[in-house]
């Protein structure tokens, strides 16, 4: 299949007051691709998604998805088509997980029964228990809260999914198993992924590619092992070296 | 005052006048001020009126003069009781005292009419305890200059108008500065608990004899005469030219003792007015006439019906104007700050003051009184709106957006919602607010709970003023209770329960 960027972004720039959060950025991320942004805390990676999903407009260059340009007045339509999760969920905490998960579905007057099914089916591919389902955000357990947040994002079928630290506030164990579950769902659904980590580990985990960000640009665009193997400058080494100090080996890739 | 604000305004005085119009208007209305001898004397006149077979109606207990004088102006009312002196200095603002026929030519240009001096003079004196008097040898005002550690409570009328206080201290040179501004009636307490030496008196006061108290000699005529008269309009002459007449036979009739007796009864001996006007009438003119007292109960029910509609619809008003406020003032900061001081400003006028500058614009009654409880209602409804979609975390809005919810949808199914309790709270404040502010509209003439109040206070009777008082403070609970209620409906479970 000859794959087509879905995501373009030319000579991005944002700043906020004296700080450059994004700087003359260059990202192309074609379809079915996972990409995963990585770098040091206020390097712009969240300004980035949020460059995407319209909640910041940048100072210059052009952001397309899938050939539009997105403007405060296009973004709306494009909305649509993206799915976005971050840290803590964002859950609408006076609705029910259901709620939640069929708000937006239902205002574009989906019938009852099109939007249960769907609901169903995004419930065992998150795995998440029935009778969760009723519950409100606050008597949800996180990793249930992640799924709920996932199984939102998903309801409308996006093509893209843009999460900005999905796993971030998760204990291990939980964070564990749901980054094998949400590799299997990326895999299983085909999706464009843009996924935002601060752990290296993950990153490679999930990620055809990793972008290294610092100060709002790019350092290095690469697989795991070219960013190990061949960094492409001094901060790359060291950012790599200084993760991959504290934890244990690559993991094993379950690929078959 | 924001346009919508204006148009809300406007809304409520048709609803208002479309009101008075059904209610079919009496032919004359007859109005008192918020002092016994007034009402009796509204009484008096409303009784003698009704004799001609006019359909009359008493607006008793009226506030003061200016009050009383606006809706003579806009009609409201027809003929009340006053006093010369009162209409040259507060009405006429002359500088000397005028004499009744000054009085008559000024007033006929303005298109009223006085009568004939009823035959009493009711000015002010100062009185004190008799023996606290002997004590000091003190028999006149200019005995006072030489005792300057005396406490004066006076009424706050007195405290403001020139021919009170301030030209009494300037002719006399009084040097205390221990001068408090209180209710008439509160300030015989005082006398009696020992807290005041002096007070402003009347003197065709029940309570001179009453009290035991000492009217000061006015030795250098300092205070000018206050002949009881009616005025009236001059267009009563053609609407109803036998009331006119009936009441003439009021014209020097009444002695101050009569007065004074008259005052006693309502005061010492808490005979209702109504029966005191029929009696007097009765005893000197040889007249039956038809009084109607109205019991218990269902005056508690008139008077709640009256609260609760001042309430209500001053509350619905402000719902419908502050939560759309608030909701503009979350959305633009720089529009947000404008309102939000604009309804804190509004908040910061004392209630009597907005009561009174409401009265040139809409006249007396529940027109006036809904404006300025509308008016108190907006702040902590536009503030809790306000604040109650600002403290909506960031994460939580950014994903209604990135979800691709409208504004409008955003609006509507997840910042309301998560701002109804806020809201909600918001409310609650403000009825609880507006319940008691609305006891202060029987000074304009509402009634309500405040009407038992101002009369209690008036006759001195802690019972009446708990017929009132209690009512009010139940109704306070009460709507409490409601907005637990309602939280329960509104609020959702996800907001509610505790984490776990
Ligand atoms: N709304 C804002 N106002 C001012 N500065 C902002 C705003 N949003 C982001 N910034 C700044 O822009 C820079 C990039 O922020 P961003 O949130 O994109 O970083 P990040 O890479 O996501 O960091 P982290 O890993 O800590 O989440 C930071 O210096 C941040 O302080
Ligand atoms: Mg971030």
């Not at chain 1, 299949?1 to 074609?30: C, N, W, Y």
């Not at chain 2, 000397?96 to 026929?101: P, Q």
């Not at chain 2, 509609?309 to 947000?336: C, K, M, N, T, Y």
Request: with cysteine; glycine share 10%.
């Amino acid at each position: 299949m000859l794959s087509s960027p879905v995501i373009e972004l030319e000579q991005i720039s944002k700043a906020f007051g004296a700080t450059q959060a994004l700087d003359r950025l260059d990202l192309h991320v074609e379809a079915g691709q996972t990409s995963v942004l990585i770098g040091p805390s206020g390097c712009g990676k969240s300004t980035l998604l949020r460059v995407l999903v319209g909640l910041i407009e940048p100072d210059g260059g052009t952001a397309t998805f899938e050939g539009t340009t997105i403007t405060p007045q296009s973004v709306h339509a494009l909305r649509r088509r993206m799915g976005y999760v971050i840290q803590e969920g964002g859950l609408f905490p006076h609705l029910t997980a259901t709620e939640n998960v069929v708000l937006m579905a239902r205002q574009l007057g989906w019938p009852e029964p099109k939007w249960r099914s769907r609901l169903g089916e995004l419930a065992e591919l998150t795995r998440l228990p029935t009778d969760a389902l009723g519950r409100y955000p606050i008597e949800l357990s996180g990793g249930q809260r992640q799924r709920v947040s996932l199984m939102r994002a998903l309801m409308l079928d996006p093509h893209v999914l843009l999460m900005d630290e999905p796993l971030g506030a998760l204990d291990p164990m939980i964070r564990f198993e749901l980054q094998v579950e949400l590799r299997a769902i990326f895999r299983r659904l085909g999706k464009t992924v843009l996924l935002v980590t601060h752990d290296l580990d993950e990153a490679g985990f999930f990620g055809d590619f990793i972008v290294l960000l610092r100060n709002g640009r790019i350092e290095q665009r690469g697989t795991l092992e070219e960013l190990v193997n061949e960094p492409r400058n001094e901060f790359v080494r060291a950012f790599v070296n200084a993760q991959r100090s504290t934890v244990a080996p690559l993991r094993e890739d379950p690929r078959p | 005052m924001s346009g919508i604000a204006r148009h809300l305004f406007g809304v409520l005085v048709l609803v208002l006048s479309a009101q008075a119009v059904f209610a079919q208007e009496p032919s004359v209305t007859v109005g008192s001020k918020k002092f016994t001898e007034s009402v009796i004397l509204g009484e008096i006149l409303t009784q003698l009126a009704a004799t001609t077979g006019a359909e009359v109606e008493h607006r008793s207990e009226l506030g003061g003069t200016r009050i009383l004088w606006s809706a003579l102006k806009r009609g409201e009312i027809d003929l009340y009781p006053e006093y010369t002196g009162t209409i040259s200095k507060e009405i006429l603002q002359a500088g000397d005292a005028a004499t009744i026929n000054e009085i008559r030519d000024a007033l006929k240009a303005e298109g009223m009419i006085v009568s004939e001096p009823l035959g009493f003079n009711n000015t002010y004196i100062l009185g004190m305890k008799k023996d606290l008097a002997e004590k000091r040898g003190i028999r006149r005002i200019s005995d006072l200059a030489r005792h300057p550690d005396l406490r004066f409570g006076f009424s706050n009328e007195f405290l403001d108008r020139e021919d009170g206080w301030p030209g009494l201290r300037r002719d006399y040179a009084l040097p205390q500065r221990d001068v408090r501004g209180m209710d008439h009636d509160l300030a015989y307490r005082g006398l009696a608990a020992g807290s005041i030496d002096i007070v402003d008196l009347y003197s065709t006061d029940a309570e001179i004899e009453y009290y035991g108290l000492l009217a000061l000699e006015d030795d250098r005529a300092h205070f000018p005469r206050y002949d009881s008269v009616i005025v009236y309009r001059d267009d009563l002459e053609g609407r109803a030219a036998e009331v006119v007449t009936a009441i003439s036979a009021l014209e020097h009739a009444i002695t101050a003792a009569d007065m004074i007796a008259m005052n006693a009864k309502a005061k010492v001996e808490n005979v209702p007015e109504s029966r005191i006007a029929s009696e007097f009438l009765g005893r000197h003119l040889g007249m039956q006439t038809d009084r109607r007292d109205v019991g218990a109960w269902e005056r508690f029910w008139i008077h709640t019906v009256e609260h609760l509609f001042l309430v209500a619809v001053s509350l619905a008003g402000a719902i419908l104007i502050a939560i759309p406020l608030g909701v503009i003032a979350a959305r633009f900061s720089r529009v947000g700050q404008a309102i939000l001081g604009t309804v804190g400003i509004i908040q910061t006028i004392p209630a009597l003051a907005l009561l009174v500058f409401m009265i040139p614009l809409l006249g007396i009654g529940a027109a006036p009184a809904i404006v300025a409880l509308f008016l108190y209602s907006l702040l902590p409804i536009v503030r809790n709106t306000y604040a109650g979609l600002h403290d909506i975390p960031r994460p939580i809005v950014e994903s209604a957006i990135a979800l691709g919810l409208s504004p409008s949808q955003r609006l509507r199914l997840i910042e309301l919602p998560l701002a109804a309790r806020s809201i909600l709270a918001g409310i609650k404040t403000s009825a609880v607010i507006n319940v008691g502010t609305a006891t202060l509209g029987a000074l304009i003439g509402t009634g309500g709970y405040g009407q038992p109040i101002l009369t209690g206070i008036r006759l001195d009777d802690v019972g009446l003023i708990m017929q009132g008082a209690l009512p009010a403070a139940g109704l306070a609970l009460l709507c409490q209770a409601a907005f637990e209620i309602a939280e329960r409906r509104f609020v959702s479970k996800g907001l509610r329960i505790k984490a776990g």
